[in-house]
């Protein structure tokens, strides 16, 4: 399905879709309206907010050649089980764009990754992440994981 995208859509400022009520939702006709609307969201919406553009923050901490949210991703044509890193390997069709979940995105309309951490080094750095971001500490997460 080819969407047209307007880069002046801003999906924060506007309320999700709403969907039909229950008691039309066995009418294949509201169904497929409704497939249509979701899909239309969902494209705008991850046009607008999960789409990564490389700005100058991209490039700190001596990142000068690469992006150190390493964009753009591996294009991956299905998800599967890496039992040798225990990690699971999202589908990626487009490596400038966050991994996302649709729903999250229509409905809460904010940017977000999602990433399966199971454990080891990724569980370390998300945990350093998320204690850095909360706590505001002095030592920087890129410090920490050199420590690692």
């Known amino acids: 399905m080819d969407i047209e995208t307007d880069p002046s859509f801003e999906p924060r400022t506007q309320r999700p879709p709403q969907p039909p009520p229950i008691s039309e939702q066995s009418d294949c006709g509201v169904l497929k309206e409704w497939e249509s609307v979701m899909a239309t969201e969902i494209k705008r919406c991850g046009e607008a907010l ?3 553009r490389c700005r100058r923050v991209c490039h700190k901490y001596g990142n000068d050649d690469q992006c150190r949210f390493q964009f753009p991703h591996e294009v991956i044509e299905t998800s599967y089980y890496d039992a040798e890193t225990k990690s699971v390997v999202h589908r990626c069709l487009d490596g400038n764009v966050n991994y ?3 729903h999250v995105l229509v409905f ?3 940017n977000h990754d999602l990433k399966c951490i199971l454990s080891g080094k990724a569980a370390k750095a998300a945990m350093f992440y998320i204690t850095d971001y909360i706590t505001k500490s ?3 997460t890129h410090e920490m994981l050199s420590l690692l």
């Open 50 to 52: 999960q789409r990564h």
């Open 100 to 102: 996302f979940n649709p």
């Open 108 to 110: 809460c309309r904010h």
């Open 138 to 140: 002095d030592l920087k």
